[in-house]
């Protein structure tokens, strides 16, 4: 019943959604950690805001970026928000571990509830807002550059995916200031997060956050995959695709079909949570084990979702800093294939201990250790790649060796939880927690750190300082080692994960080594944001204008850097599967074109933006309840969307002339550049030309 005259206006929204309001009320430690985060939010926009204002980047900021179509521009923004979003999820991992180490016997600093969103909020967005927009901003900024398209097949989708993907993350933080986050894990298990056991908006936050987001990464699933079927340079066959762009293709496909079961399982959980469907509820007809095999077909995959573009990574960087053609390309090809397929086989191994028969969990077992075959062959083919290779231990590939030491430890305890008896025994224990960890971070984090180290250059003309990506490797791998390791010992001791107090004092030295683990990790992001300033400071010392400053072997690395907006002058043809490298070769990699051709590019649009703001408001309103809100930000969406349909100039025109100018003097200014050796390709004397090898 509506009890108060704003409710119309604010919903459930009062004051006592503020954080600081909750601090004064209630002064505690827990409330004082909410309140600084809060504030730290907040000066991070108000920030932001300034600095645009203070420079007068205002126009620019909305010409080139917020309403820009070109897939390179779109992807940079999806690393930016992945950035972001990996800055808060380290520093609640921090958090996290302080208040496990503290809590021995004793209450630690945080309450049980502020606890619980910390792990919520950390598992969505490492995985949601961290790893999927790296990933795809990475795929943005190389695939069309390494398959010879001049962008991907839709560019206002791809905007618009971006778009939905923003806003649930804008969600996440305005939940950091406006209300809570849910206490239900980044899984969201009913009955906990139904209406009757979390009422608050926490849930719902999680909820729209989700949706928002995978509706994105499914239209970007089906735009990737589309651009890679349609649009591959000539002589660009299946086997001449860079093990980068195959992977993107798997990853595609997987995210067609997984992101489906996802947003049907919010989209059910919202309708038990505002309509009261009972999808899940069993008492009242529903059945909890569906939310948990809907959201296990999707979860599962989701892992290779974000593993397999890293997969695609370090192949391009064994190859490219061992000097050598990758080894064994063909049978990475069908690994990669395989592991995508399999990865739709083994959701159950996520619940054995749920009711399954003991016949049921055997084949589900037998399904996630075959896996490990393809898995293996891929980590055989990366070694061999090095063998008798001119091996350089630049930073990305020091994130890479140190990703298949540490992978395949992870991979090992994968294969030992895939047994149903040893799983029931360490179940939903810290032991979970470390394999899962030693999975993701090596397997996908070091992989997006390594793909930021070498593609950086391509994407704003100057490498980042080699220096401090040493001293950051350094931080992030014995940070690594110490934060998880531990974590496999207290669960075979019996620790169970998301506990919030320990009675048990023989964890107290492993927790203490994981804290001293998770400062380290700390340290590595920030030296992670020094090598960015010092780098942005040094550009000029740092910078690359000719494009090619790791003597690269696929496309990407045949044109400038940055490359123009319409990527290649002329479409190039395609000889070999390092077709870059033969070019250089055959003597054809900077030469001009006999004849040079119009480009139609898409003209900026204003829809994505409009979509983005219409959605976090429309996120936000059915979160607290604000219908009438919630209708004007689906008119609002819907109106964007039509009045683009009836708009029919949406390309422009860059004249043959043009383009021959501006190729013609990137080629003169190449004449000027001093070619380096690989050996030399960290020093100042690196401007992006590489020499020939011996």
């Known amino acids: 019943m509506i009890t108060h005259p704003l409710h119309f206006w604010l919903g459930k929204l009062g004051v006592d959604s503020l954080p600081f309001v909750e601090l004064i009320k209630d002064p505690n430690s827990s409330t004082v950690i909410g309140a600084v985060a809060a504030a730290i939010a907040i000066g991070g926009a108000v920030a932001a805001l300034v600095l645009i ?106 905007a618009i995916s971006l778009a939905l993907t923003a806003s649930g993350g804008a969600l996440i933080m305005i939940s950091l200031v406006i209300g809570k986050f849910s206490t239900g894990g980044w899984s969201g298990y009913p009955p906990f997060t139904e209406q009757a056991f979390n009422p608050g908006p926490g849930v719902d936050y999680w ?108 192949s391009e960087v064994f190859s490219t800093f061992s000097g050598k053609r990758l080894y064994g390309y063909h049978s990475l090809v069908f690994a990669t294939m395989a592991i995508a397929v399999l990865s739709f086989t083994v959701w159950l191994h996520h619940f054995f201990t749920m009711g399954q028969t003991a016949d049921m969990n055997a084949v589900f077992g037998i399904a996630t250790m075959l896996i490990g075959v393809p898995t293996g062959v891929k980590v055989y083919d990366w070694l061999l790649t090095m063998v008798r290779g001119r091996v350089r231990l ?69 490498r980042l300082s080699e220096r401090w990506g040493r001293i950051s490797f350094w931080f992030w791998s014995f940070g690594f ?99 870059f490298s033969w070019m250089k070769h055959h003597g054809t990699a900077y030469t001009a074109a006999d004849e040079y051709e119009d480009i139609q590019i898409p003209k900026n649009s204003a829809v994505a933006p409009v979509i983005a703001v219409f959605a976090v408001l429309l996120g936000f309103a059915l979160t607290w309840h604000i219908w009438w809100l919630t209708i004007v930000s689906l008119v609002g969406i819907w109106a964007a969307v039509i009045a683009r349909s009836f708009y029919q100039d949406t390309e422009h025109t860059i004249p043959a002339r043009q383009v021959r100018e501006e190729h013609e003097n990137w080629l003169q200014s190449l004449r000027e550049i001093k070619a380096v050796t690989r050996e030399q390709e960290t020093t100042p004397a690196n401007r992006g030309l590489a020499a020939e090898a011996v």
């Open 53 to 158: 204002t203070w420079f007068g980047k205002w126009r620019s900021f909305w010409s080139e970026w917020l309403t820009t179509l070109d897939a390179k521009k779109i992807g940079i923004m999806y690393i930016v928000v992945a950035l972001v979003m990996l800055i808060r999820a380290v520093i609640e991992a921090a958090l996290m571990r302080t208040q496990q180490m503290l809590a021995v016997n004793q209450a630690g600093p945080l309450s049980p509830e502020h606890f619980g969103e910390l792990f919520s909020t950390h598992g969505t967005i490492m995985i949601f807002f961290m790893a999927m927009p790296f990933l795809i901003g990475l795929i943005n900024v190389v695939m069309p550059l390494q398959i010879g398209a001049r962008d991907v097949k839709f560019p206002l989708l791809n």
């Open 207 to 314: 909820i729209w956050a989700l949706t928002l987001s995978s509706i994105g990464n499914t239209l970007t699933g089906l735009n990737f995959a589309v651009t890679i079927y349609k649009m591959r340079a000539p002589g660009m066959t299946w086997f001449r695709v860079p093990l980068f762009t195959w992977t993107a293709l798997c990853t595609s496909i997987l995210m067609i079909f997984a992101m489906v079961p996802l947003t049907v399982a919010t989209a059910m959980l919202a309708l038990d949570r505002y309509a009261g469907f009972h999808f899940f509820t069993n008492a009242a007809g529903g059945n909890m084990m569906n939310y948990a095999n809907l959201f296990w077909l999707f979860g599962h995959p989701e892992v290779y979702i974000v593993i397999l573009p890293a997969f695609g990574v370090f």
């Open 481 to 579: 080692y110490l934060a998880f390791m531990p974590l496999y010992a207290i669960g075979l001791m019996g620790g169970m994960r998301r506990t919030v107090e320990w009675y048990e004092p023989a964890y107290l030295p492993w927790l203490i080594v994981a804290f001293v683990g998770a400062l380290l990790i700390t340290a590595g992001l920030i030296s992670q944001m020094i090598q960015l300033w010092v780098s942005i400071r040094d550009r000029a010392e740092l910078a690359v204008p000719a494009g090619d400053p790791w003597d690269g072997l696929s496309l990407e690395w045949s044109m400038s850097a940055p490359p123009p907006e319409y990527n290649y002058a002329v479409v190039p043809r395609v000889h070999d599967r390092d077709a």
């Open 394 to 462: 630049t930073t990305p590939m020091l994130f890479s060796i140190m990703f298949m030491l540490t992978f395949v430890i992870g991979g090992l305890t994968g294969v030992i939880l895939a047994n149903p008896p040893v799983d029931f025994a360490v179940h939903n224990s810290l032991f979970l927690v470390a394999h899962f960890h030693n999975m993701l971070i090596p397997g996908t984090l070091f992989g997006m750190f390594a793909a930021y180290y070498v593609w950086f250059p391509k994407m704003f003309g100057f």
